[in-house]
């Protein structure tokens, strides 16, 4: 397995400094699975300035979608050949379509009927109930025996910094045949990966960084978290590998309870560094993919500039799908690792 970089060296003089010379590095890292490529760069101290969340929150409670007044009277219900009831409901949680579908089976659980919950109030309990109601999704979509019932996701924004356009937190879920972008060339380089060695990818990637410990932050249960080598998030990506699962459908009620565990504490180590806002993704293998591992990216992000609303993705990431991290991800693990010792 290769870990590769390229390192760079960029010369400026300074005049407000008789001209002193500075010299500013960079790094080009390659995912050792998919050749995609990242920057580290800017080397700036992980630290933002959190909104004021009292003023940002005031008054989005009076027409929130997925809160109590309203949830029940408004969500759509799915095809009752699908969901003969309507809605999955599991006590305040609701799993309902999708309003703005991006596939033929996209639903939206929303996590209880709290309307804002700051980041480190959301306890293990409530992620992995959420999680739960989704997974009753997925076993509906896949006992139907469904053509979309090849990859089972859940995808995360947690406020809007992350694209979401509600406060009431909620998950993203839906099953299809379709594979994202990333995802399927995750299986593709994995499946190559498997014919050229003999072996699991994920499980090479979770031995080698486990021996050499710089981006390892540890187990809980049989999910092995890291900090990624090549992040897409400008303060680093987080990486959970559950061992054994190649597929959201094999997870175990304790496999979700140690991947909501995981999340919190996260959760806890980025709101130090003044981060109150993530992506979270599943990656699924199909069903008999030996090559695959399930896993899920944590991304936290942020705005650029919280006043003009300047998101952490420009053209470089937008267009080009190159992306940019403020600091080395061991440095990054070095400021995670506490949470999980
Ligand atoms: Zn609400």
Redesign the pocket.
Known sequence: MEFSAVSKETIMRNPLKDMAERRVPSEIRTDPLTGRTARICHFMKLQWEKPDFDRMVAGT?TH?P??PERIMKITPHFDPDLIPEGRLIQDDMVLFPNLAPYDALGAVATMGSR?YIPMTEITPHRISRAMTLAMAFFNRVAAAGHPEGIYHIVNWNYMPPAGSS???PHLQVFSSSSAPNLMREELTAAAAYMENTGHNFWDDLVATEKEREKRYLGRIGRTSWLTAYAPMGVAGDVLAVVEGAETTLELTPEDIMDIAVGLTRLMAAYDGMGIYSFNMNFFTGAAGDAHARFHLLFSPRTFFNQTLGTPDIGALRNLFNETLCMAYPEEINGLLKPAFS
């Open positions: 409670e929130c997925f809160c309307h509600l406060i009431h």
